[in-house]
């Protein structure tokens, strides 16, 4: 007995495992077992098995094939979609700039003073035109921009094509030309953090000038003095009107924005219509001028 059941074990296992490769393989027992019988033995019911187990697998890598392909045509197309929308974007983008060239309002870099500035200057205002640019792009309501006294040769006309790629293909008007000679003298408002005038309002048919001047020097009234020379009107930002200073350690307050910051605030407030948002959007705390709820929040954590 004890003889018996030590060969018995073995052959139970093997037929127990036998059963659970057919199971895997989705294959019936009773095919199999009637195909050992016929064949008398058990070498040709294994390579039936290993037959079907070889078919199995390649149907097996077939699915892999094809669900891999799947994922790839899957990924194709969402990309595909993703640089239709990014077209789609370009589009809008071009298609609202020039409705602004159209109808307005315009926005003029004055770069008449770029020969007072060092290389480092000039390369810091080549960098805020490309940041102005990228902005004024992406706005939902935009302004046509202007580049005047943009002399071929110059310092900042190399700048700008060394360190804006794509600079020849941007949407606006480059011009050796002054604003003197583009537009009436009527419809031109020098933008300068000296004026005594306070800007309320944007009107399409103005054209407003920002001096094209990095200056680490600060000439003060600058941009003022070359503004009454000709006999401009000028505006400021209402900063001091909606803002307050705000306590830092250095005790410093400044209305001086680069060019590209006065942007931001001129588009928000375009689009929003409310100076608040508009000098919130484009004035940093490093100025010194905080909206006056932000001073009484402050004053509230430290005082």
């Known amino acids: 007995m004890e003889g018996g059941s ?72 969402r990309a595909g979609g993703r640089g239709a929308a990014r077209r789609h974007s370009k589009a809008l983008a071009e298609e609202r700039l020039l409705e602004a060239r159209a109808s307005g309002p315009r926005l003029c870099v004055d770069l008449g003073m770029a020969d007072r500035m060092t290389l480092k200057e000039t390369s810091r205002l080549a960098s805020q035109i490309r940041r102005l640019y990228g902005a004024n792009r992406q706005a939902e309501k935009p302004f046509w921009l202007y580049l005047t006294e943009f002399v071929v040769g110059s310092l900042i006309y190399e700048e700008c094509f060394r360190m804006n790629d794509g600079f020849s293909n941007y949407l606006m008007d480059t011009t050796q030309e002054s604003y003197l000679d583009l537009f009436p003298l009527d419809a031109i408002v020098y933008l300068t953090p000296d004026s005594e005038n306070v800007l309320e309002d944007i009107d399409p048919k103005k054209v407003y000038i920002l001096g094209g001047l990095v200056d680490e020097s600060i000439h003060k009234k600058l941009t003022l003095r070359r503004a009454q020379e000709q006999s401009l009107q000028t505006a400021r930002l209402p900063i001091r009107e909606y803002m307050v200073k705000a306590v830092n350690t250095k005790n410093y307050h400044s209305e001086t924005l680069a060019i590209n910051q006065v942007f931001d605030v001129l588009s928000t407030y375009y689009k929003t219509r409310s100076w608040p948002d508009a000098l919130k959007a484009g004035i940093s705390s490093g100025k010194g001028y905080v909206l006056p709820d932000a001073e009484k929040k402050n004053c509230r954590a430290h005082c």
């Open 6 to 77: 030590a060969a018995g074990g073995p052959a139970a296992g093997e037929a127990a495992a036998l059963r659970e490769a057919l199971r895997l393989l989705r294959i019936e027992p009773s095919i199999v077992g009637s195909s050992t019988a016929r064949a008398g033995g058990a070498a040709p019911c294994s390579r039936n098995v290993l037959r079907k187990r070889r078919r199995w697998e390649r149907v097996l890598a077939a699915r892999r094939r094809r669900r891999r392909q799947e994922r790839e045509r899957s990924r194709a197309r």
